[in-house]
Each structure stands twice: as C-alpha cells, then as structure tokens.
C-alpha cells in the first residue's frame, strides 16, 4: 500500500479511537487491535503528527503512582473524521473502477 495513504487512514484511525472519550496509548493500541495491528512506535509517532497539527491535545494525570498521557481530540480532529468519512465513497469509487476493469480482462 502506498505509504501516504496508509499513513492517512491510520491518522484517521487513532483519532476515531480517541473521538468518544480521552485515552492513552495503550489502550489505542488495544482499542484499534481487532481492526488494524499498529506497533507502539507507530502510534507515537502518529500521535506527535496529529498533536502537532491540531488535531489532538494531550494532558498526563497520575495512574497508580506513574503520570500516564492521556489524548483528548479536537475540533479539527474532528473534522478530519468528517472529511475522510466524505472522501472514502471517491476512494470506493477508483476501487470499482479498478475491480471493473479486471473483471473485463478475465
């Protein structure tokens, strides 16, 4: 897969992950597990990406004696959600197109 579209639905994945309440990186990654595997360095690095664009804030409050970062999603996090939920049936579209075209061909 094409690395930036990958790296664009995985964006689009964490913050669905943290859309309905704040979570910390564990828990996305455990969260996100029946649908896409994604390694710990994976997910910190998106999450910088995602706080850096605006998309998410974090804040740390203390868990059993440890501070654990904890990541809230923002309005533009929000609309990201929306956009990409608008641009997948373009997405779906070039899928047909191109499943079409073999089926032709067999």
Same mark, same amino acid.
């Given at each position: 897969?094409?690395?930036?579209?990958?790296?664009?639905?995985?964006?689009?994945?964490?913050?669905? #992950?943290?859309?309905?309440?704040?979570?910390? %990186?564990?828990?996305?990654?455990?969260?996100?597990?029946?649908?896409?595997?994604?390694?710990?360095?994976?997910? *910190?690095?998106?999450?910088?990406?995602?706080?850096?664009? %605006?998309?998410?804030?974090?804040?740390?409050?203390?868990?059993? %004696?440890?501070?654990?970062? *904890?990541?809230?999603?923002?309005? #533009? %996090?929000? #609309?990201?959600?929306?956009?990409?939920?608008?641009?997948?049936?373009?997405?779906?579209?070039?899928?047909?197109?191109?499943?079409?075209?073999?089926?032709?061909?067999?």
């Amino acid at each position: 897969m094409d690395i930036q579209l990958k790296r664009g639905l995985l964006d689009v994945c964490v913050l669905t #992950a943290i859309k309905n309440e704040d979570s910390y %990186g564990y828990k996305i990654i455990k969260d996100m597990k029946p649908y896409i595997e994604i390694s710990e360095s994976t997910l *910190y690095t998106i999450l910088k990406r995602l706080e850096l664009s %605006g998309m998410l804030t974090v804040h740390s409050s203390e868990h059993n %004696g440890r501070l654990r970062k *904890y990541y809230h999603i923002t309005k #533009a %996090g929000l #609309a990201r959600i929306e956009d990409f939920k608008n641009e997948w049936s373009e997405v779906v579209s070039i899928y047909q197109f191109v499943i079409k075209e073999d089926a032709k061909n067999e």
